[in-house]
C-alpha cells in the first residue's frame, strides 16, 4: 500500500526515489591492477561466469536462496564485485548481438537484484519491503545508469509498460532504447526478484545455442513449480501469470491454457484446461518472503578475481 503511494507521488513527480548506483564510484583496486577493457563479447562471457561464480559458491542448489551471510564477508562482494562493476562502467550495451545483450541482462539483472539486496543493513524482511526497490538500485553500463525495472521492463520486455503504473520505462527519445529487446516471454522463469516464488537463479550463457536451451529449461520448471494444486480442488498459480498476463496472453482464460501447454504433468495439464474453461477455480499466490538462507556455521569461500576468470 506504502509503496503504491510512494509511486503515485512519483508519477505526479512529487517524489523523486532516491537512486542508488552500486557501480558508481571508482573502487580502490583499479588503482592497483591495470584495467583491462574488455569487448563487448567478452563482457557477456565474464558477466555470465561473474554469475556462475556467485551461484557455485553462495546459492543453494536448487538456485532458491542466497547465503547472503556468507556472501558479504567473502573476497567475492568485497573486491571481486567491485572490479565486475568498473568493468560494466567500460562497456557499450549498444554493440552485443541481442542474444549477447539478453543473457548480459538477465544475469546482470539477478546479480545486481542480490547486489542490491546485500547493500541494505540489515537485510530487508522482502524486496517488497524496500520502498520502491526496481527504481533504487542501479548500475552504471557504460554510458547508460540503468535501474532494475529500466532492466527489465525497458530492455526485456520490450519496453512494454509497467504492469501497476501502466508507464514504460523509456518514452520515445530516450537514447536507453536503442537497447530494447523484442519481449521473450521465457525471461519471467529467469529474472529472479529476490523472494521465495521467484526462478531460480542461475547463469545464463552468452552462447546462444546454450542460451536458448537454457531459457526454455527454466521456464518449463517456473511453469511447473508455478501451479498447485489446494486440498479443495482448485488452483494455486504463481501470482507472474496474473501480473504478466499481457505477456502470455490476452484474457485469464488464454493464459490459463497457455500454462497448461507449458507444464509437465498430465493431470495438472488437464486441470489447468478446466480451469480455463471455467470448470475449476483459481487463485493466485506469490511468497514475497527473502531468499535468504541461514547457515549454522559459516565457511566462507576464497573467491578471488582469478576465480572469475576460471
Ligand atoms: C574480443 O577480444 C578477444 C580477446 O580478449 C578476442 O579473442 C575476440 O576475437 C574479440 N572479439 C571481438 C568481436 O572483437
Ligand atoms: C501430477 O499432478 C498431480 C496433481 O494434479 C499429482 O497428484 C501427481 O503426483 C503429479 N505427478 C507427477 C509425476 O508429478
Known sequence: MFNKFLGLLAWTGLWQPELVVLNGGTTTTTTTTTRVDLNTTDMV???SIFMQGLVDHFVSGDGQKVSYEALEQSTFYSQTLGEFGVLLQSTDPRQMTQPQRKAFFINLY????????????PLPESTISVPNFWQRYAYKVGPFTLHLDHMEHGILRGNRAHPTTGTVMFPSGDP???LTLPLDTRIHGALNCGALSCPPLRSYSAASDTLEEELDG???VFCNKGVKVAGDGSLLVNSIFKWFRVDFASTEQQALRWLSGCVNNASLSQKLLDASLGKRSVSYEYDWTLNAMWVEKLEIPEVTSRGMKQ
Open 45 to 47: 562471457t565474464t558477466t
Open 110 to 121: 539477478n546479480i545486481l537484484t542480490v547486489h542490491a539486496i546485500l547493500s541494505r543493513d
Open 176 to 178: 536507453r532504447s536503442s
Open 218 to 220: 527454466s521456464l518449463s
